[in-house]
């Protein structure tokens, strides 16, 4: 599965961004879907993920309430719409494929994750 993701930038604090990923592969919807973040100097973290069908969804505590993750398995896409954007969101995010059980502690992690994307700039000024 090849990931490609988009929709990075630098923005203010409060500010809205929108990310998106488009999946190569017509088994989309096999995979459930994770995003995660890596800032300088930093491991990568998780930041959301979204089951294979859509019906469930699991955030890491720091973006709870202001993150939001979908997909669109008609179009291959998942999305991550990131609201109320802090100075802490800055990082690159990437997004992932997962072909493992809905675990959501599992898949809070890198393990499960066998495709990743290329990742995505996100800069919060303050």
């Known amino acids: 599965v090849q990931l490609q993701a988009s929709g990075g930038g630098l923005v203010q604090a409060g500010d809205s961004l929108r990310l998106s990923c488009a999946a190569s592969?017509?088994?989309?919807?096999?995979?459930?879907m994770g995003w995660f973040r890596q800032a300088p100097g930093k491991e990568r973290e998780f930041v959301a993920v979204i089951s294979r069908s859509g019906g469930s969804t699991y955030y890491a505590d720091s973006v709870k309430g202001r993150f939001t993750i979908s997909r669109d398995n008609g179009k291959n896409t998942v999305s991550l719409q990131m609201n109320s954007l802090k100075p802490e969101d800055t990082a690159v995010y990437y997004c992932?494929?997962?072909?493992?059980?809905?675990?959501?502690?599992?898949?809070?992690?890198?393990?499960?994750?066998?495709?990743w994307g290329q990742g995505t700039q996100v800069t919060v000024s303050s």
């Open positions: 592969e017509r088994t989309f919807s096999s995979y459930h």
């Open positions: 992932a494929a997962s072909p493992w059980g809905w675990n959501q502690v599992v898949l809070a992690t890198t393990r499960p994750y066998d495709y």
